[in-house]
C-alpha cells in the first residue's frame, strides 16, 4: 500500500495563528448555511435562504429556522423574510419573489411572493391542501403546482369514534397535479392527475405543455425506482413521455423549449443518477448520452442559452463544473477540480455568471458566483469560524488488499506530530451509493473539527460501491453485502497504521444508515480491528431488513441483486446478528423510533443479540420523533455528545465498561 497526499497543507495548518481556538459541539450542530438560490432574469440578482438551527436548551423542540435573503452583485446580503415562519421553494418571476410558506392564519402551505423592492409578503393561491411544488409561466398567468386533495372530513369523525385501522401500503394518497389560470376572475384550481404519483412540475418553454415526473404509486420504491417524465397538456391530456430506466434526477428544459437535458441512470441497476441525456422534443424526443464513460456523477444542470448546457460534477473527492454544446457535444471548464465543493448551479439565459452553492473544509455550504473559471463568494453565514483552529484535510489514495485503487478524506489531529499515532475514528458514508468529497465534514455524526481537537485523526473512506468514479466502481458492491467494500473499509484503516498515523489498537468505526451496517459488521464480524464501534440507523439482519423497509424493490434491484429467499444461507452470513457471539468491540447503537428505511428493530436485534452474550459492552439509544436521521437540533447534540463519549471512553481511557449513559443536559436549562 502507498500514499499520495500533498503535503503543502500540512504544513500550512501546522502553522496556526495562536488566537485559534477549539469549536463546541454545540457550535457544531448549529453552523448555518444556504440550502437554495434563485436568480433574476439578468443574472443580477440572487435570492437565497439560509438555514438556522434552533439554539440548544434555549428553543423549543423543532425543525431549522429558514430565512429569505437577497443579494446584488457583490453587496451584503439583505434579510427579506426573517420571521422565522419558514420559506422554501425560493424562485424569482419579474420584479417578485416567489415561495411556499405557511404564515399567519394559514391552515396550510401556501404560494407567496415579495418584492424585489422589499415589503411585505402577499399570498398568491392557497390551496385547500398544502402545496409541495409549483412553477409559474414565463408570463406569470398560469399557475401549475403539487398538492393532495382535500382531506375526508368523515375519516377524521371515524377516528374519533375510535376506527383508525390502517391497512399498510395500500392506503397511500396521492399528490397530483394542479393547474391555475391566475389572470382569471375566479381562481379555482383544476386537477390534472389522479391514477398516478406527481413529484414536480414545470412549463414547457413556449408551448402549452407541463412536465411532470410521476410513479405509479406513493410509495418510497416506486418514486426511486419507477418514476418517469410526462408531457401533459393544460388540460392533463398526456402527450409524451420520456425512455428512461431505473433511478431518475433533475430534469430542465433549453429557453426555447426544443431540448430537455435529464439526469438518469445507465440501466435499470444503475445505483444513482449521474449520467446525462438530452432528449430532441423536435425530433420525437430522440435521445443522446452526451457524456458517454463519464468518470464521475453528474449532480447538477442548467442552461446558459439554447445550445448550451451547464453541468456540475462529481469526480473523485472534487467537484467541477462544465459547459457542453448540444450541436457538437464540445466541452469546456467553467471551474476546475480544487476550488471548492459546488453542490448546485443557478445560470440565467443569456448571461455570463453562474450562482453556485459550496462548501470548503473551512466553511460549511456558502453562496458564490462563478466568473471566468474563478469564484466569488457571496455570504458569510458563519463569521466565528475563522476563530477556529482548523485541522488539516486532504485526499488520500490507497490500494486494497486485490489492487483496486480507492480514494479517502484523512483529516489529521490540530496537534499532529509526525511519528506520533493517534487514535482513530473511521467515517463510514451510507448507501452505499454516495461518497466523501473533500469539503467540509462536520456533522452532528461526524464533529471533525471537535474531534481533531481532541486529538483524533479522521478518516472518510470512499470503499467500492461509492459514487464520484463513474458507473462500473459503482456497482463494485453489488451482490456482496459486506464483502469485499467493508475490507477496503479495514484496508484503509490499516494503511493509515502503517504510515505510522494511527493506532491500530485504538481504532474506532462509526457511520449512520448502510455506513451503520458497517460499522455492526466491524463490532461483529471484523471485530479484532477496531476497539470502539457507534452505529447509526443501521443493519444487522439483512433478512428480516428486507421484509421491515420501504426500498424493498431498490434494495433487490441495485444493492443485493438477489431475494433473500434464493439463498436464505448466505444473507444470514452476511448479517452482523450471525456474528454476534464473535463480538469484543463495545458498541454504542442509536436509531430514530420512527425510521422506516432501516426499521428500527434492526437495532433491538443486534442489541438483544450482544446484550445475551455478555461478551461486550453495548447500549441502545432510540430517538422518538426521528426517522433515518436526526432532523432536530437536541436530537443531533444529544447524539454527537453520546459519540464522543463512547469513543473517548474505549480509544482514549482504556475502559471496561460503558460509560454513564446520563448526559448533562438539564444542567443548562434555566
Not at 154 to 168: D, H, P, Q, S
Not at 318 to 344: C, F, K, Y
Not at 413 to 421: A, L
Not at 497 to 502: C, D, H, K, L, M
Amino acid at each position: 500500500m502507498f500514499l499520495r497526499i500533498g503535503l503543502t497543507a500540512l504544513c500550512a495548518a501546522l502553522s496556526m495563528s495562536a488566537s485559534a481556538r477549539d469549536i463546541s459541539l454545540t457550535e457544531t450542530v448549529t453552523t448555518q448555511s444556504i440550502n437554495s438560490v434563485a436568480i433574476s432574469d439578468d443574472g443580477q440578482v440572487a435570492a437565497f435562504t439560509r438555514v438556522s438551527p434552533r439554539t440548544p436548551y434555549v428553543d423549543d423542540d423543532g425543525g431549522s429556522f429558514v430565512e429569505l435573503f437577497v443579494v446584488r452583485g457583490e453587496n451584503e446580503p439583505v434579510p427579506f423574510i426573517s420571521d422565522k415562519q419558514g420559506v422554501s421553494d425560493v424562485s424569482i418571476h419579474g420584479d417578485f419573489i416567489y415561495f411556499t410558506s405557511k404564515r399567519d392564519g394559514d391552515d396550510h402551505t401556501s404560494i407567496y411572493k415579495i418584492s424585489l423592492n422589499g415589503g411585505e409578503a402577499q399570498k398568491v393561491f392557497e390551496h385547500e391542501n398544502g402545496i409541495y411544488t409549483y412553477a409559474l409561466s414565463a408570463d406569470g398567468r398560469y399557475l401549475a403546482f403539487t398538492a393532495r386533495a382535500a382531506a375526508d372530513k368523515t375519516e377524521k369523525k371515524l377516528a374519533k369514534k375510535g376506527f383508525k385501522a390502517e391497512v399498510y401500503e395500500e392506503e397511500n394518497e396521492f399528490t397530483h397535479a394542479w393547474f391555475v389560470d391566475l389572470s382569471a376572475e375566479s381562481q379555482i384550481a383544476a386537477q390534472l392527475t389522479d391514477d398516478r404519483q406527481v413529484f414536480s412540475v414545470a412549463f414547457r418553454p413556449d408551448q402549452e405543455q407541463l412536465l411532470l415526473r410521476t410513479a405509479p404509486t406513493p410509495l418510497v420504491d416506486d418514486s426511486y425506482m419507477s418514476s418517469k417524465y410526462e408531457l401533459v397538456s393544460f388540460a392533463g391530456v398526456q402527450e409524451s413521455s420520456f425512455a428512461t430506466v431505473g433511478k431518475l434526477g433533475k430534469a430542465e428544459f433549453s429557453p426555447d423549449g426544443r431540448y430537455l437535458a435529464v439526469i438518469g441512470a445507465a440501466d435499470y441497476n444503475d445505483p444513482a443518477t449521474g449520467r446525462l441525456y438530452v432528449f430532441d422534443l423536435q425530433n420525437d424526443n430522440s435521445v443522446r448520452d452526451v457524456l458517454p464513460d463519464y468518470p464521475g456523477h453528474v449532480q447538477d444542470i442548467d442552461w446558459r442559452n439554447n445550445d448550451e448546457l451547464i453541468y456540475l460534477g462529481h469526480v473523485g473527492t472534487e467537484s467541477e463544473v462544465h459547459a457542453i454544446t448540444m450541436q457538437w457535444l464540445e466541452t469546456r471548464p467553467l471551474l476546475e477540480p480544487g476550488n471548492a465543493i459546488v453542490v448546485d448551479i443557478e445560470a440565467a439565459p443569456g448571461q455570463t455568471g453562474v450562482y453556485a452553492r459550496a462548501h470548503r473544509a473551512e466553511h460549511p455550504t456558502e453562496l458564490f458566483r462563478l466568473e471566468m473559471q474563478s469564484m466569488i463568494r457571496l455570504t458569510n453565514s458563519n463569521p466565528w469560524l475563522s476563530e477556529i483552529t482548523m485541522p488539516t484535510q486532504e485526499t488520500v489514495t490507497y490500494e486494497a488488499r486485490d489492487g483496486l485503487d480507492l480514494q479517502g478524506i484523512l483529516v489529521y489531529p490540530t496537534d499532529y506530530q509526525e511519528g506520533t499515532r493517534y487514535p482513530l475514528i473511521t467515517v463510514v458514508h451510507g448507501g452505499p451509493e454516495a461518497h466523501y468529497s473533500n469539503g467540509w465534514l462536520d456533522r452532528y455524526s461526524s464533529p471533525v473539527k471537535h474531534a481533531a481537537q481532541q486529538g483524533y485523526a479522521l478518516f472518510f473512506p470512499n470503499y467500492r460501491g461509492s459514487t464520484g468514479r463513474g458507473v462500473e466502481f459503482s456497482k463494485l458492491g453489488q451482490n456482496d453485502y459486506a464483502g469485499k467494500e467493508f475490507d477496503d473499509i479495514v484496508d484503509g484503516k490499516n494503511f493509515l497504521v502503517e504510515r505510522g498515523i494511527a493506532d491500530g489498537d485504538r481504532a474506532g468505526i462509526t457511520g449512520g444508515s448502510y455506513g451503520g451496517f458497517a460499522s455492526a459488521w466491524g463490532a461483529t464480524a471484523q471485530t479484532e480491528h477496531w476497539a470502539a464501534s457507534v452505529m447509526f440507523v443501521g443493519i444487522s439482519d439483512n433478512i428480516s431488513k428486507f421484509g421491515t423497509t420501504d426500498i424493498a424493490k431498490e434494495m433487490h434491484a441495485v444493492h443485493a441483486r438477489s431475494y433473500p429467499w434464493e439463498k436464505w444461507q448466505w444473507y444470514l452470513e452476511r448479517s452482523p446478528i450471525y456474528h454476534a457471539e464473535k463480538a469484543r468491540t463495545p458498541i454504542l447503537i442509536m436509531h430514530g423510533k420512527e425510521d422506516t428505511r432501516v426499521h428500527p428493530s434492526q437495532s433491538m436485534e443486534l442489541y438483544r443479540y450482544l446484550k445475551t452474550h455478555g461478551n461486550v459492552p453495548v447500549r441502545l439509544v432510540l430517538y422518538p420523533g426521528e426517522g433515518h436521521g436526526n432532523r432536530r437540533v437536541a436530537a443531533q447534540l444529544d447524539y454527537s455528545m453520546r459519540l464522543m463519549r463512547w469513543m473517548d471512553s474505549f480509544l482514549k481511557q482504556g475502559a471496561t465498561e460503558a460509560p454513564a449513559h446520563e448526559l448533562p443536559h438539564a444542567e443548562h436549562i434555566d
